[in-house]
């Protein structure tokens, strides 16, 4: 098992997510945007290339089965601000004890098409590999596609949408044939975006 909790010995990779997760231009949206909350936590390992880890729904939840998100959910009365219900929900979905994980920083709030708002955290896991232990229920698989992985153009593509008349591409994301689309791959593209920026890399366009 390896253990980064020693800074002066981390990859630099992981020093790069440090400041990528530092240096971004959080994008808040007005408390009443939104008829939920919700805060997801975009989780990653510490290796010399980080992974990402993303959960594949189980096909017995209500919503969405079968399709890639992070760890998160809606917040309840008990949280007292949406990190903590990003920090309970990697807990009850994937294993992932609070302790375990340093938060770099809040990232760009979300409003989902279903009308959630979203507020995602970053946050670095002190060991790797992790004893993840799923909610069989809820989480069918977890993935964690590396960086480096994501950040290849040729995993990368983008998707045709028309609304009311005006034609967007969105951004999204494969993996060992698994597809990583919608809010999930809009919010991983932020994160990702401020990465490719710090290392002088392209930021993908639809081609």
């Not at 979203?118 to 964690?144: H, K, M, N, Q, S």
């Amino acid at each position: 098992m390896t253990d980064y909790v020693d800074r002066e010995h981390e990859p630099a990779a992981i020093r790069e997510v440090r400041q990528a997760a530092a240096r971004h231009d959080i994008q808040m949206l007005p408390p009443d945007i939104g008829r939920w909350r919700a805060a997801v936590l975009i989780g990653l390992l510490p290796y010399d290339d980080p992974e990402v880890i993303l959960t594949v729904r189980s096909q017995e939840v209500e919503h969405h089965k079968g399709e890639i998100s992070f760890p998160g959910g809606a917040l309840d009365s008990a949280d007292e601000h949406p990190m903590a219900a990003a920090l309970r929900e990697a807990d009850e979905e994937v294993g992932l004890r609070a302790e375990h994980v340093e938060v770099l920083g809040e990232q760009s709030h979300y409003r989902t098409m279903s009308n959630f708002h979203v507020t995602p955290y970053v946050g670095l896991i002190d060991r790797a590999p992790y004893p993840f232990r799923p909610l069989a229920i809820e989480v069918g698989e977890i993935i964690t596609p590396s960086l480096s992985h994501l950040l290849d153009p040729s995993n990368i593509a983008f998707e045709r949408r028309e609304r009311e008349g005006e034609v967007f591409h969105m951004r999204e994301y494969w993996y060992e044939g698994h597809r990583i689309f919608g809010a999930t791959a809009t919010m991983l593209g932020r994160f990702l975006d401020d990465l490719s920026r710090l290392r002088g890399l392209p930021i993908p366009e639809p081609g």
